[in-house]
Nanobody
Framework: QVQLVESGGGSVQAGQSLRLSCVAS????????MGWYRQAPGKQRELVAV?????NYADSVKGRFTISRDNAKNTVYLQMNSLKPEDTAVYYC??????????????WGQGTQVTVSS
């Protein structure tokens, strides 16, 4: 019914940039919070950034990553600059979606791999 699809992942060298996109599709009345999480091998999934009317970032990415959204396109972006090897992880899109005006559900994307080489 509702699907989140990420794109933009890939392999880059340290210091380079990457821009991730996540598009929500399906039955969507509205979307509240949207965010990005990441999970490195052997580690728990962690919050990278979230956006509602404000933004919040993990300390490890502050000053380097920027989250933004285009409500008309049901899309959230993550601009990642000055990438470091420690940023290597599978990045997941997450959103609180309202399929109807009276309900809300949390959804996850399938993930997109980001690999940063030194």
């Amino acid at each position: 019914q509702v699907q989140l699809v990420e794109s933009g992942g890939g392999s880059v060298q340290a210091g380079q940039s990457l821009r991730l996109s996540c598009v929500a599709s399906g039955r969507i009345f509205g979307i509240n919070a949207m965010g990005w999480y990441r999970q490195a091998p052997g580690k728990q999934r962690e919050l990278v950034a979230v956006i509602t009317s404000t933004t919040n970032y993990a300390d490890s990415v502050k000053g380097r990553f920027t989250i933004s959204r285009d409500n008309a396109k049901n899309t959230v972006y993550l601009q990642m600059n000055s990438l470091k090897p420690e940023d290597t992880a599978v990045y997941y899109c997450n959103a609180d979606v309202k399929p109807t005006a009276w309900s809300i559900r949390n959804y996850w994307g399938q993930g997109t791999q980001v690999t940063v080489s030194s």
